[in-house]
């Protein structure tokens, strides 16, 4: 089976070593991702709404890239620290 490897651009991808998705066959996988821009700044700092968007958005780039969007979408998972934010 045909691994596909999809880059960011981000410079974090090869300092550690991971793809912002990964397609193999029909699954696509997407690395855990943060609200940091391309040039290493947080977008939304303390704005859980505005971190979530922007998130979303480069899911979707990722997606887009792999051949894929959202209706494809099967199981996610999200993360916070401080859920009474």
Same mark, same amino acid.
């Given at each position: 089976m045909e691994r596909i490897?999809?880059?960011s651009? &981000?410079?974090w991808e090869d300092i550690v070593g991971y793809s912002? &998705?990964?397609r193999t066959g029909n699954?696509?996988?997407?690395?855990g991702t943060t609200s940091v821009d391309?040039?290493?700044f947080v977008v939304g700092k303390?704005? &859980?709404?505005?971190?979530t968007v922007f998130i979303l958005m480069k899911?979707?780039?990722?997606?887009?890239k &792999?051949?894929?969007?959202?209706?494809?979408?099967?199981?996610?998972?999200m993360y916070v620290t401080d859920i009474n934010l």
């Open positions: 490897n999809i880059s651009g &981000a410079k912002r &998705a990964v699954n696509i996988f997407i690395a391309e040039n290493g303390g704005d &859980a709404y505005e971190q899911i979707e780039k990722a997606l887009n &792999a051949g894929a969007c959202f209706k494809d979408v099967v199981r996610t998972r």
